[in-house]
């Protein structure tokens, strides 16, 4: 590669992680506005871009008993995560149905029908992670890797270690992304997870249970549960529990 042409890779690479994009930092839920809708009301949470994901945004939804937040839908360039709040959430994809609680979540993949509806005689909330990739979509890349996923907090495995333990959800290919990783970390009381450290995958941390703090970069950020921590790509962070319980966060990054 001739100088010039890697000088303006190493330059439109830096713009790309540098311009427009999400901050990294705390995002509060409760001091979100709650904007009513018909069906219950609706947080704008986050909405921008990462340095691999042209539109990333994520938004928690709240459903009054028995209702559903629009028919059935089908996205093409998008994939979606649903992760439940509180409350039961019925969520259909395709021909298959679950009824999931709190901390139980979905990924669904672009093309694939789905609808939602709250299963609960009170209202439930639950996030919705939607993303575009830079990247062209590869759907035989996400058949190949087991397609769309409902999955049951209740029936995931904890595994303890020695400073909490860890519930692992998925590890895969989509088709909008080379990678994407999804875990729940149980941290024990006043204690870090490990130093500040790097990865190019941006990440969000969604507090479930107790407080934390999240060192960024130069700054220090409290969570507590519904709040969701952007780490952007490359920045350096740690998470300490601030509490004398042990707390618990969903953590996901994608590439």
């Not at 190949?144 to 895969?172: V, W």
Request: glycine share 8%; with cysteine; hydrophobic share 35%.
């Amino acid at each position: 590669m001739k100088l010039y042409s890697l000088i303006t890779v190493v330059i439109f690479s830096l713009f790309m992680k540098d311009s427009g994009h999400i901050e990294s930092k705390v995002y509060s839920f409760s001091d979100t506005p709650l904007q009513k809708t018909e069906t219950g009301g609706k947080r704008q949470i986050i909405d921008g871009s990462t340095f691999h994901m042209e539109n990333f945004e994520i938004h928690a939804t709240t459903l009054n008993p028995g209702l559903a937040p629009h028919g059935s839908q089908v996205h093409t360039d998008e994939e979606e995560i649903i992760v439940v709040k509180e409350g039961k959430l019925k969520i259909t994809i395709e021909n298959e149905s679950k009824i999931l609680g709190p901390e139980s979540a979905a990924l669904i993949l672009p093309c694939d029908e789905h609808a939602l509806e709250n299963a609960a005689d009170v209202p439930t909330t639950y996030f919705i992670v939607k993303y575009k990739s830079r990247q062209p979509i590869n759907m035989d890349r996400g058949k190949a890797n087991g397609g769309s996923m409902l999955i049951d907090f209740n029936d995931i495995t904890f595994i303890p270690h020695d400073k909490g333990g860890i519930r692992r959800y998925f590890d895969r290919k989509t088709p909008l992304s080379e990678r994407i990783e999804m875990h729940v970390t149980t941290l024990n009381p006043n204690i870090k997870s490990h130093e500040p450290h790097t990865h190019e995958p941006a990440e969000i941390v969604l507090m479930m249970d107790g407080t934390t703090e999240m060192e960024i970069g130069e700054g220090i950020y409290p969570g507590k549960p519904g709040d969701i921590y952007f780490l952007g790509s490359d920045i350096p962070h740690a998470i300490r529990n601030t509490g004398s319980e042990p707390c618990m966060y969903m953590a996901f990054q994608w590439e």
